[in-house]
């Protein structure tokens, strides 16, 4: 019993520390209003990095200390030890941590930093960038107290007391962070940059499809160079959809038309033009021209038609792959964008869906007939095909954890009267199961969809209109809760980013992060020192260069650094995003 009552002291310190430690991210984000150029700025900078360091060196503090409380419960438990004297060293390295937090003179500091703020409505990258890290270093806080403290919980010694106390600790926690979310999204808004960043995505989303558009009808078709691109790959929906966006963006950066043949496609005899808009009004045949296999830019330059391979097996391979974005448009989309290779894909997913009219029409009647209405949130549970292949198995309510935490949210700002779920599926059952056990929300879906979606359905007229409007649903939705290994998800959130000026972190996967199949190398670079604290971690430099290979969401990602070419885990919120820039045509009015 008297274990139990020192785990319940420890808890409560755990709470004092965290609660501490996300006040001062809070205060820290507000330093980052002013957008003017003068000394002032300059102070208000160089203190923000005064206080930015020492938060820096309590982060580490914080990480050390839980991870004493984990080798000191896994010893005690292999030992066969009570935890009694284990607990009160615990309680004194809490109370060092927790007087080191109090006695930092955080507001008047900041005080002195925010005062006679005036920021400009269009902010710089700099300022732009640093917010986004700010917010993404509270989440991946949040994701690595949370995934601590369960371990705490789910230990054998942890009494059933000290579980209730760390269930609380998590939902406050959750609580706060949600908290400063939301005063981030709010700061990102305030000064009229709201209106910016809407105007800027539509400007940016304009210019890119008429770039496409110019791409794709050529004043002269029988003179065009083109780009043949057969719709052939033995995959689903998702997968052939982004077959299709490599081929147009393989045509965008050798400034080829593409050309579709999608006769005899297995979703559809018909084609892809069954359901969607040709990808041109002037050239769509390249019959009769002399032909050639893709292949370096010297070898090809001649011929009038090049034939396209998957992107598995392309040699050599272009640099105009993702993760890659153009360099004429770099500048802007980093300032705009927290993922700008998304933004990017989902330009040439956005020019290649375009629906017929008798498919718009159904979207539309079906979107009535559900009740499709925001806030929605949307959430992807595959059950049939890939599951224990490609993806693991989830449940019902690992998914509604972060439905929770969403509408959590967004009650801060006002009442939610309904809380409304999108849900897709290709199990019916998962539908019944969900309105069962989550009698508060509202679940929006369609069991015909469902259905259509089963393996025994898959490649019908059916199975078709089905994964078209999820696809559609999920992207149209607020949030996004899914499993980024999944095609059918990575596509919604392509599609939510080209409806949203910025949605890059409105969403949770479950295994994966974001990545495109065949993409170039996803490199992140080092901005914090990080010194290995077990064998299954790395070590790491400010800049170096660390290829990520996922994010565990518990606060570590896994990768390899390419400087000591050890591969192992390293805090996520040490590393920053390394965006590969190329040069691409600009298809200007002269060109």
């Not at 002195?112 to 902010?123: L, Q, S």
């Not at 059950?383 to 935490?405: N, P």
């Not at 979606?453 to 992207?475: H, M």
Request: charge should be negative; aromatic fraction near 8%; include cysteine.
């Amino acid at each position: 019993m008297h274990c139990r009552d020192n785990m319940r002291i420890s808890t409560r310190w755990i709470v004092l520390v965290v609660v501490a430690w996300l006040l001062i991210v809070y205060l820290f984000s507000s330093v980052y209003q002013s957008g003017d150029d003068g000394g002032a700025t300059y102070e208000r900078v160089r203190l923000a990095l005064v206080e930015l360091d020492t938060l820096h060196k309590q982060s580490e503090e914080l990480s050390s200390f839980i991870h004493e409380i984990r080798d000191k419960l896994n010893s005690a438990d292999k030992e066969g030890l009570s935890l009694d004297n284990a607990h009160k060293d615990l309680d004194k390295s809490i109370y060092r941590v927790n007087e080191e937090l109090r006695n930092l003179a955080v507001g008047k500091d900041f005080a002195k930093i925010t005062e006679d703020a005036a920021p400009a409505a269009v902010p710089s990258k700099a300022y732009e960038q640093l917010r986004r890290r700010v917010q993404n270093g509270v989440t991946e806080l949040w994701f690595y107290v949370r995934a601590e403290l369960d371990k705490i919980s789910k230990h054998p010694e942890t009494g059933t007391a000290a579980k209730t106390t760390l269930a609380n600790v998590l939902s406050n926690g959750a609580l706060q962070q949600n908290t400063i979310i939301n005063d981030l999204d709010m700061l990102a808004d305030i000064e009229g940059r709201k209106e910016w960043r809407e105007k800027e995505a539509q400007e940016l989303s304009d210019l890119v499809q008429a770039r496409i558009h110019k791409l794709q009808n050529p004043k002269d078709c029988q003179e065009a160079k083109k780009l043949m691109c057969d719709l052939n790959k033995g995959c689903g929906y998702g997968c052939q959809l982004h077959h299709l966006v490599y081929c147009l963006m393989v045509a965008y950066g050798t400034q080829r038309t593409l050309i579709l043949n999608s006769r005899g496609w297995r979703y559809s005899k018909e084609g892809w033009e069954k359901v969607f808009l040709p990808i041109s009004d002037t050239c769509s045949s390249g019959t009769g021209l002399n032909s050639i296999k893709w292949g370096d830019e010297e070898s090809i330059k001649d011929y009038n038609k090049v034939v396209m391979p998957i992107i598995d097996s392309i040699k050599p391979r272009p640099p105009y792959l993702p993760l890659s974005i153009p360099e004429d448009l770099s500048e802007r989309l980093m300032r705009l964008h927290g993922n700008p290779s998304a933004w990017w894909i989902g330009q040439f997913v956005n020019f290649l869906t375009k629906p017929q009219p008798e498919l718009a029409e159904d979207i539309e009647k079906t979107r009535k007939k559900m009740g499709f209405l925001s806030p929605i949130v949307g959430i992807h549970i595959r059950r049939t095909d890939k599951v224990g292949t490609e993806a693991a198995l989830h449940s019902i309510k690992e998914y509604m954890i972060h439905v929770d935490e969403y509408y959590q949210r967004l009650e801060l700002k006002g009442p939610v009267k309904t809380k409304r779920v999108y849900l897709a599926t290709d199990e019916p059952k998962v539908i019944a199961e969900a309105k069962q056990a989550y009698p508060d929300y509202v679940f929006v879906s369609d069991v015909d969809i469902a259905k259509s979606a089963s393996v025994t359905s898959r490649y019908s007229d059916a199975s078709l209109r089905g994964i078209i409007l999820d696809i559609y649903f999920l992207g149209q939705t607020d949030f996004l809760v899914c499993t980024f290994s999944s095609q059918v998800c990575r596509v919604a959130y392509e599609v939510m980013n080209t409806i949203h000026s910025d949605a890059s972190s409105w969403f949770r996967s479950l295994d994966d992060i974001y990545y495109f199949g065949g993409q170039h190398a996803h490199n992140q670079r080092a901005i914090y020192e990080h010194k290995a604290q077990s064998r299954e971690e790395i070590s790491m430099r400010p800049g170096d260069v660390i290829g990520i290979a996922g994010n565990h969401w518990d606060g570590y990602s896994l990768g390899l650094n390419r400087v000591t070419n050890k591969r192992g885990l390293y805090p996520s919120f040490k590393v920053e995003e390394i965006i590969d820039i190329v040069k691409l045509p600009s298809y200007d009015e002269n060109s």
